[in-house]
């Protein structure tokens, strides 16, 4: 057989459905329900035939600038990939040898096992206390960790880590930690200082344009670290990883950061809302700094009521395992979005 033995092994990781029908009340993803900024529009109507034909600018210099600026650093800190999930491949393959492992807390964002599988290295979890919360340490057994991919505000239970404890447990951590910000705007606070600082050596902050900017279509992240670092990320990147389309629609959605404040606030709002709602329901809802709640049903197993809402159309996600199978992911949706999904919770959990 001509495929690879780790690739014939791997289980591959699986997206939320993208259903095609327009009626679906779609909780599954943690996309952003409200328009991405109307200047993203302006430069999709006015962009210039003839820059499809050139390739764009392999290192994204307008883009770059304008995030070092927003950061209040330096364009060779700064890396921008093809979605953020292309961050977390490159990474993989710029700091990991091949007999050492990836580390990430556990449960988190699923993708990171698959990573080290695809990349054939070991992978490390950090169990999360039974509420989720993390006790500030990595695990870093054998084989080393040497990539320790933090989530913060996690996924999928939404808590959060002040960064004292994300500083202190990168001091001592002797390889990489990369703290995915994907949430980061939806939350009370972020790691970013520790990136920017002139005395970092290995803490890479990432963030998405996926979420608080409703640009999940576009594959636009980033992130921000020491200029070493991130010189290894474009040493292994491949020559146009961002394209001139999506370099031009994210530097416009850049320049309108309260745009994206404004869908923020409206999103924490309806889940402040969401969240008081189920536990009056008697659901057990973790505090949660994300765009979604990571909500434990009280009367049916979380099963049955995520098969019983899909069959009405509501797509939230449910994650089969010991630590996530009693609960429904709920990516926080309109107001309007919610109150189908409420209407519903009160028919089917009884
Ligand atoms: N990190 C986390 C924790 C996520 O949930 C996601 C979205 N699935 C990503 C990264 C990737 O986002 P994107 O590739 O759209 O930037």
């Known amino acids: 057989m001509r495929i690879t033995q780790s ?8 997206p939320g459905e993208q259903p095609k029908d327009a009626h679906v009340v779609k909780l599954n993803t943690n996309e952003n329900p409200y328009l991405p900024s109307p200047k993203c529009a302006t ?13 764009p600018d392999p290192v994204f210099t307008s883009l770059r600038a304008r995030i070092a600026d927003i950061w209040n650093t330096t364009p060779d800190r700064v890396f921008v990939g093809n979605g953020s999930d292309e961050i977390l491949t490159l990474a993989a393959r710029a700091f990991v040898e091949d007999d050492e492992a990836i580390g990430s807390l556990s449960p988190s964002y699923s993708l990171y096992m698959t990573l080290a599988a695809i990349r054939n290295v070991g992978y ?11 006790n500030g340490r990595i695990v870093t057994r054998n084989p080393r960790t040497a990539l320790f991919l933090l989530t913060n505000p996690n996924a999928p239970t939404g808590t959060f880590s002040p960064i004292d404890k994300v500083a202190r447990a990168a001091r001592p951590f002797k390889g990489v930690m990369l703290v995915d910000e994907a949430y980061a705007d939806f939350a009370n606070g972020n790691a970013m200082p520790l990136a920017t600082a002139t005395d970092n050596r290995n803490v890479i902050v990432m963030r998405t344009l996926s979420k608080s900017f409703s640009l999940a279509g576009l594959r636009v992240g980033y992130c921000v670290g020491p200029a070493d670092l991130i010189e290894a990320l474009y040493k292994v990147k491949d020559s146009y990883n961002a394209d001139a389309v999506a370099q031009a629609v994210a530097l416009a959605a850049l320049n309108d950061l309260p745009w994206m404040r404004a869908n923020v606030a409206k999103v924490r709002k309806t889940r402040a809302r969401v969240a008081k709602a189920l536990a009056r329901r008697g659901w057990d809802v973790p505090v949660s700094e994300s765009n979604f709640l990571f909500a434990r049903p009280a009367h049916k197993p979380a099963k049955e009521i995520f098969e019983a809402l899909r069959d009405e159309h509501v797509y939230v996600r449910y994650f089969p395992g010991p630590r996530t199978g009693d609960r429904l992911r709920i990516t926080i949706g309109t107001d309007e979005q919610m109150d189908v999904f409420l209407a519903a919770v009160a028919r089917l959990d009884r």
């Open 124 to 134: 490390t979890p950090t169990p999360l206390k039974d509420d989720f919360s993390w």
């Open 43 to 55: 430069v999709l109507r006015k962009f210039d035939l003839d820059r499809l034909r050139r390739y």
């Open 7 to 14: 690739v014939r092994n791997l289980t591959p990781y699986v």
